[in-house]
């Protein structure tokens, strides 16, 4: 089975500009969630889907924003970058909705703002 | 104070020693997840628990849900064990909460 995909790898973007990055989960799993990692925060949780609707949001400014589609693949959208959204933005899926199966994480896309 | 607390921070260890990374929470839950990251960024899910203890190959997990207390140890620690160990809790949801990591260095 294909892992977890994210496109792209690495992304340069100017402040103001938007950016989407796509998440495609395995094969079956329904169960997508999406991470911000930077070295002054860490990990912290942007939003889970479940079949298109989104099940939890973290404390994240309205800037943020995602979608899945009926294949269960996801996008998350940030418009007006700041400097401070340069991260490694991970999403993981799961074949369930109620958190009782591991995640299975891509590589994430490191996103850098200029 | 955070809700989830790793320690230590930072670990250093000679190839062959027994290591402990240790995770506090206090929040409830319903599974403890231990996972592991690379230098490269892709993170691999080595345990989810939500009582008792698991074992995979040199790794042990262990949780006491009374205690809010979770333990991962790692037997014969090997150069390639290097990388950053987090701990995450969830509560019936893919939403994680993270602690801060461990990074751990293995050397020969």
């Known amino acids: 089975k294909a892992g977890v995909t994210q496109t792209p790898r690495y992304l340069i973007k100017t402040r103001g500009q938007q950016v989407t990055l796509s998440c495609s989960p395995i094969?079956?799993?329904?169960?997508v969630s999406w991470y911000q990692q930077t070295p002054g925060q860490g990990l912290q949780f942007l939003f889970e889907?479940?079949?298109?609707?989104?099940?939890n949001k973290g404390n994240f400014p309205g800037r943020f924003s995602g979608r899945q589609f009926s294949n269960s693949r996801s996008e998350m959208n940030v418009s007006t970058l700041e400097l401070g959204d340069s991260a490694l933005y991970l999403c993981?899926?799961?074949?369930?909705?109620?958190?009782?199966?591991?995640?299975?994480f891509g590589n994430g896309t490191r996103l850098t703002v200029t | 104070k955070n809700e989830v607390e790793q320690s230590p921070q930072n670990l250093t260890a000679q190839e062959g020693e027994f290591i402990t990374i240790n995770c506090s929470y206090s929040?409830?839950?319903?599974?403890l997840h231990w996972l592991q990251q690379h230098p490269g960024g892709g993170i691999v899910s080595l345990f989810m628990?939500?009582?008792g203890k698991k074992k995979h190959g040199r790794l042990i997990a262990t949780i006491n849900i009374q205690e809010k207390h979770s333990s991962l140890h790692i037997t014969a620690s090997h150069p390639r064990d290097s990388a950053v160990y987090i701990c995450?809790?969830?509560?019936?949801?893919?939403?994680?909460?993270f602690g801060q990591g461990t990074t751990l260095q293995v050397k020969p």
């Open positions: 094969s079956g799993h329904r169960s």
């Open positions: 929040v409830g839950i319903s599974a």
């Open positions: 993981a899926s799961s074949p369930s909705r109620d958190g009782d199966s591991p995640l299975h």
């Open positions: 995450a809790v969830s509560r019936n949801t893919g939403k994680l909460i």
């Open positions: 889907y479940f079949s298109e609707t989104q099940r």
């Open positions: 628990l939500s009582s």
